[in-house]
């Protein structure tokens, strides 16, 4: 069982929303037991801190998860939106209503509101104590635990905190009256870590120990942005990144099998499948087409996985709690450990860990300017 919620820095998962076998919701913990919720029909988000969502018939509600089960947290159902509580707050907005800063009792600690124009969406969670928000113009900033703003609104863009870091996105008008976009590496309190020179694009979210992939004028590279953006040029046969993590790229050739290297450029695994995919401890789960493998960060095979028609990452997040893969049979869905081994005692209809990666907190103002994407996979094409 989960113990009361304290008061914690960082987003911590306690289990992931699930549904058994007989298609009931309930949480799964890293170690595959089974939390029944008791709450019929309900679509849950993560239990994050002791606390979690649920989307009811009335909007979305809070919930604590205390020893004898889930409680709602008062005053806070009948929601629009609500993220994820962390750094002893969760932002949530009510309809109609401002962006709001709420403590773990449910009491409004700030509302988040500017002088002129209005905040319409914040992301679920504080990250080294900074919550990206985004407002109706489609420009970006960060603000503290008291809804005070740290980074005034001004990206196009704010990519995830990481390592205190993070890319940022301007749009800058050109000499043709066209838009350029202008990258640069940014701390939490807004200061210019690395401005990224307009032939120089990173080709994934997220700085890791100071680097960061990138595309140049002559191909692919990593760039270290605390070292004034030296650069690491990867091997010419790169044609895509499609993932980069833990110091581990995963790579296309030109012939669109996937290979993992690390960020010296050295070839861990030889481009020779159609999925690669990395998990925790730099892990990945490979795919030829016809099965998956787990396999190390040295390019050892950990264990075959014959019976999975489909292998994932669980989300970064939930790393820290233990979660490492998840992934389905023809009996349904299981978590996966560290050696391949099928976690849960019986089958799942279901493993839900989509709003960790897609959850917003958003308003009713309408947004008049979307904000432009950072560049992602789908982007860092070379061919």
Not at 154 to 166: C, E, I, K, Q
Not at 200 to 227: H, L, Y
Not at 256 to 262: C, F, H, I, S, T
Request: aromatic residues 6%; charged residues 20%; contains cysteine.
């Amino acid at each position: 069982m989960f113990s009361a919620c304290k008061k914690t820095e960082t987003a911590e998962i306690g289990a992931l929303a699930c549904r058994t076998a007989s298609g009931q919701p309930a949480f799964v913990k890293a170690d595959g037991e089974l939390l029944d919720l008791h709450l019929t029909d309900l679509a849950v988000g993560p239990l994050v801190n002791g606390y979690f969502t649920a989307a009811t018939s009335d909007g979305v509600a809070v919930y604590h998860m205390t020893p004898d089960g889930p409680e709602i947290v008062e005053g806070l159902s009948g929601l629009r939106s609500a993220g994820f509580m962390a750094y002893g707050v969760m932002p949530v907005c009510r309809p109609g209503r401002h962006i709001e800063l709420v403590d773990a009792e449910g009491v409004t600690v700030a509302s988040v509101e500017l002088p002129n124009g209005e905040v319409t969406e914040s992301a679920p969670s504080f990250v080294e104590g900074v919550l990206a928000v985004t407002t109706d113009s489609g420009l970006s900033g960060l603000i503290d635990t008291k809804g005070n703003f740290i980074v005034s609104p001004r990206f196009a863009s704010l990519g995830p905190v990481s390592d205190g870091m993070m890319i940022a996105m301007t749009d800058a008008e050109t000499d043709n009256g066209g838009m350029a976009q202008l990258f640069s590496v940014i701390d939490v309190k807004g200061n210019v870590v690395f401005p990224f020179p307009d032939s120089m694009v990173p080709v994934c979210e997220t700085v890791s120990e100071g680097k960061i992939p990138v595309r140049t004028a002559s191909g692919f590279a990593v760039a270290d942005v605390t070292a004034g953006g030296a650069l690491t040029p990867l091997p010419a046969s790169v044609r895509r990144i499609e993932d980069a993590a833990d110091g581990l790229i995963v790579f296309r050739d030109s012939s669109g099998k996937r290979g993992l290297m690390d960020y010296s450029g050295k070839v861990i695994i030889a481009p020779v499948y159609s999925v690669l995919r990395i998990g925790p401890g730099g892990s990945v789960v490979a795919s030829d087409g016809t099965a998956w493998s787990l396999i190390g960060r040295d390019g050892t095979e950990i264990s075959s996985l014959p019976e999975f028609t489909i292998v994932s990452p669980a989300p970064r997040a939930a790393y820290a709690a233990g979660f490492t893969f998840v992934g389905r049979t023809a009996a349904g869905f299981w978590l996966i450990g560290e050696n391949g081994e099928k976690v849960n005692s019986s089958p799942l209809e279901s493993v839900d860990y989509s709003r960790l990666l897609t959850q917003k907190v958003t308003t009713d103002y309408p947004v008049r300017t979307a904000p432009v994407e950072l560049p992602g996979e789908e982007d860092a094409v070379g061919d």
